[in-house]
């Protein structure tokens, strides 16, 4: 899972580069999104997201992050139509963001940077990004503000990944699923929390984790589980034979 996924040409945001850049709001695109089968999530999206999708968990390098699963095959995104539309009520603040991101500068420090490559930028037509005195217009304020309010979110779950870790409340899941006509799927590399060992919590780490509200959403991801049926009628609206299952 690349942090910069989605993002063909990031760049920092420079009010002298990218002074006449405007987005073309003409609806909704996210074909950018097409090739994904699984985007990062915060902890505040759990509730939301566990009603569209299942949430798991997978290792990341040498970090362990909470995923929105988005399809059950490689570079395949099964909300996304041919039109670029997204088919359910609740798209993941990972996607929303897009074409802004926070990115690491190279001295240690967030810089905020655009996709350059984003169709949606023309210097024509839309909503500007800076004001003709190349002050920050209030599209890019909206969008700077999300992008600080996603990244303590972020933050706060990796606290809450950690947590779960030194709990030892993470085991590893192999997603079956059963397409129309019998074909049947399976996918491994996922890690679920293990309801069993939640239950046999001592007290006083079952209540560390209700005081924080992170019992919540453990909960929200173990109900979310049962969306990979969801996915699986997904597929199998497309046609999908035993052939084209990786």
């Known amino acids: 899972m690349k942090q910069l996924l989605f993002y063909e040409q990031p760049v920092a945001l420079n009010k002298e580069r990218h002074r006449s850049f405007k987005i073309d709001n003409k609806g909704a695109n996210y074909s950018f ?21 299942p949430i798991v968990f997978a290792k990341a390098g040498e970090r362990t992050i ?10 395949e995104n099964l909300y996304v139509d041919a039109a670029g539309q ?27 940077c655009i996709d350059e490559k984003f ?4 210097s024509e ?38 947590r779960l870790l030194e709990m030892e409340l993470l085991t590893e899941l192999t997603a079956r699923a059963e397409l129309a006509g019998g074909v049947k799927f ?27 509200g992170e019992l919540g959403w453990i909960y929200a991801h173990l109900l979310s ?13 497309l046609g999908v034979d035993a052939g084209r299952v990786n």
């Open 33 to 53: 999104a097409q090739g994904t089968n699984s985007v990062i999530i915060t902890g505040m999206e759990f509730v939301h997201v566990a009603k569209e999708y």
């Open 66 to 75: 909470p995923l929105a699963m988005l399809g059950l095959r490689n570079d």
């Open 86 to 112: 997204w088919d359910a009520r609740y798209i993941p603040a990972f996607v929303r963001r897009y074409p802004f991101v926070l990115a690491d500068s190279g001295d240690g420090n967030l810089a905020v």
């Open 119 to 122: 169709p949606g930028f023309n």
């Open 125 to 162: 037509s839309g909503t500007p990004l800076f004001t003709d005195e190349g002050e920050q217009a209030p599209l890019l304020e909206n969008a700077i503000r999300f992008l600080k309010e996603y990244q303590g979110q972020n933050q706060r779950t990796e606290i809450f990944v950690n």
């Open 186 to 212: 399976s996918m491994g590399g996922l890690l679920v929390v293990d309801e069993k060992k939640l239950m046999e919590l001592p007290q006083e780490k079952a209540l560390e984790l209700f005081r924080s």
């Open 225 to 237: 589980l049962s969306n990979m049926n969801r996915l699986a009628e997904l597929l199998s609206k």
